[in-house]
């Protein structure tokens, strides 16, 4: 009889190997993501037709809509990015949406095409940078830190570009309008959201602060969520907007 013959089997549990239960779960995951696979990556093509085919950001609600139910968007929308970081376009995330641009170390090829604005005044500059640091804020708030009067020309040239919107109404006397930076500031500026603004060493290195400013002197935080309306804020009505001339006032029969 061979040795063979005379050996002992060893019993072998499988539940006492140590580290059993985590290989377990995580060959479980590895088949739930091969399953899914297929899925996801149909999605981010179905995404990637959606925000081609738009003139305008496409934000992560509105693909969730037409995406398929339990398709995790966000995860998606970085996979597609990803595919895109090293071609002409890049997808580029603007806000709380996606759009395609082109690529920034290729955009001198577009200098032709594209179509020269008027540069804004220093005024206008000044203006648009209170916005943007201390939204919400009201003309008489931003007449206060220029220390100058704003003219309403000033305001309405930054809202004819659509950088700057009327957010509100302070509610205090008089109920000033408020004023805020827009989605289109965001992408011309090439931020992800209004938090990306340049901070005040990074302005100061970039020459736009003077290295002599006042011990006190601070750059206000932005807030999160520049579309929020404040405590001290109401929302624009219909009769606001009217008053605006934003909208056509309603016309009523006799």
């Given amino acids: 009889m061979s040795e063979r013959a005379n050996a002992s089997v060893i019993p072998f549990n499988v539940e006492d190997e140590p580290g059993q239960e985590s290989f377990s779960e995580d060959l479980a995951e590895q088949v739930q993501n091969l399953a899914e696979r297929p899925h996801m990556a149909e999605a981010v093509r179905m995404a990637e037709a959606i ?86 804020v009201t003309r008489a708030e931003i007449e206060d830190i220029r220390g100058v009067e704003t003219s309403k020309g000033t305001l309405d040239t930054l809202l004819e ?18 004023y805020g930076t827009t989605e289109t500031f965001l992408d011309h500026f090439a931020l992800e959201e209004i938090r990306d603004l340049p901070g005040m060493e990074e302005l100061k290195g970039a020459g736009l602060l003077s ?14 969520d520049p579309d929020a309306l404040t405590e001290d804020e109401d929302p624009l009505t219909d009769i606001d907007l ?12 006799d």
């Fill in 211 to 224: 290295g002599r400013m006042p011990s006190n002197f601070s750059i206000p935080q932005p807030p999160a």
């Fill in 161 to 178: 570009t659509e950088w700057v919107r009327m957010r509100g109404r302070r509610k205090t006397p008089g109920r000033p309008v408020t």
């Fill in 51 to 136: 925000v081609f085919a738009s003139a305008e950001p496409v934000s992560e609600k509105q693909l969730a809509a037409r995406l398929p139910d339990g398709i995790n968007v966000a995860l998606a929308m970085r996979e597609l990015q990803r595919i895109y970081a090293r071609r002409g376009v890049n997808l580029v995330r603007v806000g709380d949406a996606w759009a395609f641009r082109t690529a920034g170390d290729l955009a001198f090829l577009m200098s032709r095409d594209t179509v020269q604005q008027r540069k804004l005044s220093r005024a206008a500059l000044e203006v648009l940078a209170i916005i943007a640091y201390h939204q919400p």
């Fill in 242 to 253: 009217e008053e605006l001339g934003l909208l056509t006032p309603r016309v009523t029969e």
